[in-house]
């Protein structure tokens, strides 16, 4: 049975969830030090490493986001690239742990993505441009192709990068 352990369960975690469950997570948990129907708050993912080999950072802040993905790897997680069904990713892009692709994203070729970044739904990313880590494409955004985009820069809804 595959599981995962979302910490963060807001609106971003919530988005992770339902792409997880579209690529095949059966069972799926959430740490968070808000929310009732989370199974443990944030940074107690430590006590769940027996039940769930992988976890993915759902939070949408950038700096929060980076550290928390650098604890779980070293805590011994496996933190996944989730791609939903309906965005198309180039088989010549690579992409880094931790990342998520929402539906309808286009990832074309050539292209890097870094760890933990965040393609929103609808975003494009164009060949041989590259996305920092733990940055944030927003939703309909455009990296034009040979774009680079720093690492933590958040590109609002609908914003274009040009090289």
């Not at 034009?144 to 590109?155: D, H, N, Q, Y």
Request: charged share 25%.
């Amino acid at each position: 049975m595959k599981r995962l352990l979302i910490i963060g369960a807001g609106g971003h975690g919530k988005v992770v969830a339902e792409v997880a469950e579209d690529v095949g997570y059966e069972e799926i948990a959430f740490l968070d030090d808000k929310s009732s129907k989370a199974i443990g708050k944030i940074f107690e993912f430590e006590k769940f490493k027996d039940k769930y080999s992988e976890a993915f950072v759902g939070i949408g802040n950038n700096k929060l986001r980076s550290k928390l993905i650098q604890r779980l790897q070293k805590c011994g997680y496996t933190v996944p690239v989730l791609i939903h069904p309906s965005a198309f990713v180039s088989r010549s892009s690579i992409i880094g742990a931790g990342t998520i692709i929402e539906p309808k994203a286009i990832i074309n070729s050539n292209s890097y993505i870094a760890e933990g970044v965040i393609i929103s739904i609808g975003a494009i990313v164009d060949h041989n441009a590259e996305v920092g880590k733990y940055s944030h494409i927003n939703a309909g955004a455009i990296v034009k192709a040979g774009a680079k985009i720093e690492r933590f820069r958040k590109l609002e809804a609908g914003e274009e990068v040009v090289p």
